[in-house]
């Protein structure tokens, strides 16, 4: 028997069933009527608070957003350097994941479903890191560096996906191997082996990137 719940407090039990079950199927992998079974009500009462499942995802979504950790007191609190500055939003990122996994789960899903809200709503997610590795890069890296653009524009995916993988293999895969591995200890190797790829081994660069989010 359903429990009769305030209007925001329902809303909200949908939304939570909501996001674990697109995390864990997809936006084609589940339908109305599973989520409605999930917390225990019709869906006709479910299309009371989400008029589709459309709707409903981007909802999802837009809780998710509320959540989008800012960069900007991390930026003033990390020091002038490049390292410090990367490290510290990283910290931020993995705190994040940390704290909600499915925020990995429904971006990775995303990259199969290919949604267009989903796209757009995780590449702002990682704007703040290519936007300031690529006005950091160009600062930092001398004009005559062999294929200087081509690093400087590949270089933000290129630590996008060492961070993404670094996430998918602590936090879902059945086994854990970073498990000895702190938080803290992951965002500084990380950047670590970053600059390393990049030909920064030290970095004094000032702090002047402009952060996006």
């Known amino acids: 028997m359903s429990v009769r719940l305030p209007g925001p407090e329902r809303r909200e039990s949908i939304l939570n069933a909501a996001q674990r079950l697109f995390a864990e199927k997809g936006y084609h992998g589940v339908s ?4 409605a079974r999930e917390v225990n009500v019709s869906p006709a ?3 009371r608070h989400f008029k ?3 709707v409903l995802y981007e909802a999802v979504l837009q809780a998710m957003s509320a959540q989008r950790e800012s960069y900007v007191q991390t930026v003033i609190n990390s ?7 990367l490290t510290g939003m990283t910290q931020v990122y993995i705190s994040s994941i940390n704290d909600n996994p499915d925020l990995l789960r429904i971006e990775l899903q995303s990259l199969l479903d ?7 709503f995780f590449k702002n997610r990682w704007k703040s890191f290519t936007d300031y590795i690529e006005f950091s890069l160009n600062e930092r890296l001398p004009y005559e560096t062999p294929n200087r653009e081509i690093t400087i524009l590949t270089a933000g995916l290129m630590f996008q996906g060492m961070l993404r993988e670094a996430l998918v293999q602590k936090y879902l895969q ?7 591995v702190s938080l803290y200890e992951l965002s500084h190797e990380l950047v670590r ?6 030909g920064i081994e030290k970095s004094r660069l000032s702090r002047k990137a402009v952060i996006s989010g």
């Open 32 to 35: 109305i009527d599973e989520i």
């Open 45 to 47: 009462i479910l299309y």
């Open 52 to 54: 589709s499942k459309k």
């Open 79 to 85: 020091g002038t350097s490049f390292e410090d500055v």
């Open 114 to 120: 290919r949604n267009p809200a989903t796209s757009d």
């Open 174 to 180: 059945p086994e854990d191997r970073l498990e000895d």
């Open 193 to 198: 082996l970053f600059l390393r790829a990049v």
